[in-house]
């Protein structure tokens, strides 16, 4: 198979000067369609339907955790309400603020192994699917290649 048989096709993605409400509730309903499978991440798009950059959940993560306290001793720290006041200040971010800018894609024919190589290596959970002219076409999530590998191993025991 190929990463064109697998890919979800566009259909929610940000802007670069979108908040990031807009990319909760496209998250939030995104999640509640059955077939993505739990999405964690979108496509950004320019103006003129360049993918730029991808929005995911452990970017918005990492905005909201410190650098400083990667370095830090916390056996003696306490977490009580830092969740929510670190995520305070990030309130007021773009999504071009926070996007990976560096985006690992698949050709849509691709083999699936290729993409599934691309996740592990690089350790991102979706790839977006390009055309043969570099046009952004769709992304391929982590959860449905997980599904194509337990619908063999199911399969293969029949």
């Not at 198979?1 to 697998?6: D, E, G, H, P, V």
């Not at 970017?59 to 003696?76: G, H, N, R, W």
């Not at 977006?128 to 952004?136: C, L």
């Given at each position: 198979?190929?990463?064109?048989?697998?890919m979800v096709p566009i259909q929610s993605f940000l802007r670069p000067d979108d908040?990031?409400?807009?990319?909760?509730?496209?998250?939030?309903?995104?999640?509640?369609c059955e077939e993505t499978h739990g999405v964690r991440s979108l496509p950004v798009i320019d103006a003129s339907g360049n993918l730029v950059g991808v929005?995911?959940?452990k970017?918005?993560?990492?905005?909201?955790?410190?650098?400083?306290?990667?370095?830090?001793?916390?056996?003696?720290f306490t977490w009580d309400g830092m969740l929510e006041s670190m995520t305070k200040r990030i309130l007021d971010k773009?999504?071009?603020?926070?996007?990976t800018?560096?985006?690992?894609?698949?050709?849509?024919d691709h083999p699936l192994m290729e993409c599934v190589d691309h996740m592990l290596k690089f350790q991102i959970s979706t790839i977006?699917?390009?055309?043969?002219?570099?046009?952004?076409i769709g992304m391929l999530y982590e959860s449905d290649l997980f599904f194509?590998?337990?619908?063999?191993?199911?399969?293969a025991g029949s």
């Open positions: 198979m190929k990463a064109r048989s697998l908040g990031l409400k807009e990319f909760v509730e496209a998250i939030r309903n995104a999640r509640g929005l995911s959940m970017d918005i993560l990492k905005a909201a955790y410190p650098p400083y306290l990667y370095e830090t001793d916390l056996s003696l773009k999504v071009s603020d926070l996007m800018r560096t985006v690992v894609s698949v050709k849509e977006p699917v390009i055309d043969h002219d570099g046009k952004f194509a590998v337990t619908n063999t191993l199911l399969g």
